[in-house]
C-alpha cells in the first residue's frame, strides 16, 4: 500500500526538489511501493511503474485528471477530463517479465524494459541499439548464439510489438480530436511528471498552512501535519477570522 502520510510525501517532495525527471519518477515510485526495495525499483518493468504511479495518484488527488494539450494541426489550446480509475484499466500490470519471439529461424528472450534501462541508454550513442543489447536475453539464429547487433531489422520490429503487447502500459499515448479543426492529436501522458507537478503545488500549500498556523499558535511542523486536512482547514478559517 502506498505511503500517503504528509511528512513522507513532503520528504519525497524535498528529496524531488534536486532531481531530474527521472529522479524524481524514482522517489514517486519509492512512495507507491515501500514494499520494494529501493535497490529493486529501478527493475520494475515500465508498465508496472505507470500501474503503481497512477495507483499513488488516484490515492492522493482523486479519479479525475486534467490534462491541456495543443492541436498538432491548429495550434489550438484543448483541455479535457480524463476518469483515472477507467485509464488505469488500460495500464494492467504486465503479467511477465520476458517475451519470446521466433521470427525466420530466430529464437529470442527479451526481457520487458525497466526504468534503468531506459536511463543507460539515453547515455549511448545509439539509443535504440543500447536499449536492444541490455535488454536481450538471449538470440540463437539456426541453434547458433548470435549477438544483440546482428538481429536483422525485421526481428527487431517483431520484438518491439512483442513488448508493446506485453506491456503496453509502458508508453501512454492519448489521441484527442480537436474541437475546433476536428483533427487527432497524439501526445505521450507522463504520469510521473503529471503527478509531480500535482505534488509540488500541494506540498507549497501545505507548507504555507505550516508556516500560518505554526505563527498563530506556535505549533511545530510535525504536530500541525499530524492533524487531518478537515481540521487544518478549520483552524486556518479560524485564524482568518481573528
Same mark, same amino acid.
Given at each position: 500500500?502506498?505511503?500517503?502520510?504528509?511528512?513522507?510525501? *513532503?520528504?519525497? %517532495?524535498?528529496? @524531488?526538489?534536486?532531481?531530474?525527471?527521472? @529522479?524524481?519518477?524514482?522517489? *514517486?515510485?519509492?512512495?507507491?511501493?515501500?514494499?520494494?526495495?529501493?535497490?529493486?525499483?529501478?527493475?520494475?518493468? *515500465?508498465?508496472?511503474?505507470?500501474?503503481?504511479?497512477?495507483?499513488?495518484?488516484?490515492?492522493?488527488?482523486?479519479?479525475?485528471?486534467?490534462?491541456? $494539450?495543443?492541436?498538432?494541426?491548429?495550434?489550438?489550446?484543448?483541455?479535457?477530463?480524463?476518469?483515472?480509475?477507467?485509464?488505469?484499466?488500460?495500464?494492467?500490470?504486465?503479467?511477465?517479465?520476458?517475451?519470446?519471439?521466433?521470427?525466420?529461424? %530466430?529464437?529470442?528472450?527479451?526481457?520487458?524494459?525497466?526504468?534503468?534501462?531506459?536511463? &543507460?541508454?539515453?547515455?549511448?550513442?545509439?539509443?535504440?541499439?543500447?536499449? $536492444?543489447?541490455?535488454?536481450?536475453?538471449?538470440?540463437?539464429?539456426?541453434? &547458433?548464439?548470435?549477438?544483440?547487433?546482428?538481429?536483422?531489422?525485421?526481428?527487431?520490429?517483431?520484438?518491439?510489438?512483442?513488448?508493446?503487447?506485453?506491456?503496453?502500459?509502458?508508453?501512454?499515448?492519448?489521441?484527442?480530436?480537436?474541437?475546433?479543426?476536428?483533427?487527432?492529436?497524439?501526445?505521450?501522458?507522463?504520469?510521473?511528471?503529471? *503527478?509531480?507537478?500535482?505534488?509540488?503545488? %500541494?506540498?507549497?500549500?501545505?507548507?504555507?498552512?505550516?508556516?500560518?498556523?505554526?505563527?498563530?499558535?506556535?505549533?511545530?511542523?510535525?504536530?500541525?501535519? &499530524?492533524?487531518?486536512?478537515?481540521?487544518?482547514?478549520?483552524?486556518?478559517?479560524?485564524?482568518?477570522?481573528?
Amino acid at each position: 500500500m502506498a505511503n500517503t502520510g504528509a511528512a513522507t510525501l *513532503l520528504a519525497t %517532495w524535498e528529496a @524531488g526538489l534536486a532531481e531530474a525527471p527521472a @529522479g524524481r519518477a524514482l522517489l *514517486l515510485h519509492g512512495t507507491a511501493r515501500p514494499d520494494l526495495d529501493a535497490a529493486a525499483l529501478p527493475a520494475v518493468p *515500465l508498465g508496472e511503474r505507470e500501474h503503481d504511479l497512477l495507483a499513488l495518484r488516484r490515492a492522493l488527488f482523486g479519479e479525475r485528471m486534467q490534462v491541456r $494539450l495543443d492541436c498538432h494541426a491548429c495550434g489550438a489550446d484543448m483541455e479535457f477530463e480524463l476518469d483515472a480509475g477507467e485509464f488505469a484499466q488500460s495500464l494492467d500490470r504486465p503479467g511477465r517479465t520476458v517475451v519470446q519471439v521466433a521470427e525466420d529461424g %530466430w529464437e529470442i528472450v527479451f526481457r520487458l524494459p525497466a526504468a534503468a534501462d531506459l536511463t &543507460a541508454a539515453a547515455r549511448a550513442a545509439d539509443p535504440r541499439a543500447a536499449l $536492444l543489447a541490455r535488454c536481450l536475453v538471449s538470440a540463437a539464429h539456426d541453434g &547458433a548464439p548470435r549477438a544483440a547487433d546482428a538481429l536483422p531489422a525485421p526481428v527487431q520490429r517483431r520484438i518491439a510489438e512483442a513488448v508493446e503487447a506485453a506491456d503496453p502500459g509502458a508508453d501512454v499515448t492519448l489521441s484527442v480530436g480537436c474541437p475546433e479543426c476536428g483533427a487527432p492529436t497524439r501526445a505521450e501522458l507522463d504520469i510521473a511528471s503529471y *503527478l509531480w507537478t500535482e505534488l509540488d503545488a %500541494w506540498a507549497r500549500d501545505v507548507l504555507l498552512d505550516v508556516h500560518l498556523l505554526a505563527t498563530a499558535y506556535g505549533w511545530s511542523e510535525p504536530e500541525i501535519l &499530524a492533524l487531518s486536512p478537515l481540521r487544518r482547514r478549520y483552524y486556518l478559517e479560524l485564524c482568518a477570522d481573528v
